[in-house]
Structure formats: C-alpha cells, structure tokens
C-alpha cells in the first residue's frame, strides 16, 4: 500500500520548486507533522534536516521509478511479457529500496527524536497521507461535476 501511495500521490515539493500547489502541501506536511509530534524547538531544528534529506532521497527514488515506467508502454495489455516482467521487477525494486531507505533513516530518527516521537512520525505521515487521498476523493475534476456522494451534499432548505 505504501508504494501505491508513494506513486499516486505527487511528489512532495523541493525549496523554491515555484509550484504554489507543492509549497503548499509541503508547508501543510511540516505544519502537520510538527504538530502532531510536538515538537520542541531544539527536536525541530535536528530532526527537520535530517527528514528532508529523507524526503529528498525517497523522492528520487519513485522519480526514477516514474520515468523507468514511462519508457515503457502505458497500456498493460500492449505489453510483451518481457516489458511486463521488467516492470513487475522494478516494482519490486523500488519498494525494496524505499524500505531499505526508511531502515536507514530510522536509524537516523532514533539519533534526533525520542522513541514514542518516531512512532508518532510514522503514524504523522500516513495520516498525512490518507488526509490528502480523502481530499483528492472529494475534489471533483475541473470543469467535472461531482458524482453522487462526492463533494458537498446540498439539502433542500424546505427540508
């Protein structure tokens, strides 16, 4: 699941990207994840450098991931079994260096933040996560109107 999420969701922004949408969600992301860590001054400034280059290096990765998968057809079905192989290969690829990374930077965390704060982080991000999933379920298309049971419910104000 958290390949799926890593590969749907877009990338997080990278400082001065100049995408207003991605600063925005990156700014969310700190906001949400300091919050819900309660993190001090002092943990704030040890632990977000180190999470950014985590965030960078997992970045790159589904990055490389993204364009190994666009040099090969995007209908599954015209694929030949060998482009099919390849890329259920790289699947696996990917998400075994994603976790590899995230070993390394748990390591990482444990240096900068306490043991229940680590906890919080990986449930912080999921959480991040699954709000952004929710809020894209509920953002019709542009220009789409939303299908039953998206978006805002009118009631009739006779009702």
């Known amino acids: 699941m958290c390949v799926t999420l890593f590969l749907t969701l877009p990338a997080m922004a990278q400082p001065g ?3 207003p949408n991605r600063d925005k969600m ?3 992301r700190i906001a949400f994840i300091t919050n819900n860590l309660n993190l001090t001054p002092d943990e704030a400034k040890v ?11 997992r970045q790159d990765i589904v990055k490389q991931y993204r364009m190994n998968r666009q040099n ?6 015209g694929l030949s079994d060998k482009e099919a192989l390849e890329l259920a290969d790289n699947q696996i690829i990917e998400a075994q260096r994603l976790l590899d990374l ?3 930077y ?9 043991p ?8 912080s991000e999921r ?6 999933l929710d809020k894209l379920r509920d953002k019709p298309a542009p220009g789409k109107m939303p299908r039953a049971g998206q978006g805002r419910q009118f009631r009739n104000p006779v009702d």
């Open 47 to 57: 632990f977000w450098p180190v999470y950014d280059q985590y965030e960078q290096k």
């Open 17 to 19: 990207s100049g995408n």
């Open 127 to 132: 959480d991040f996560q699954k709000m952004l």
């Open 116 to 123: 229940k704060k680590i906890l919080k982080l990986y449930d």
């Open 72 to 77: 090969l057809k995007q209908d599954t079905e």
């Open 106 to 114: 748990h390591v990482k965390f444990k240096q900068v933040l306490p």
């Open 26 to 28: 990156k700014a969310q």
């Open 102 to 104: 995230r070993k390394e």
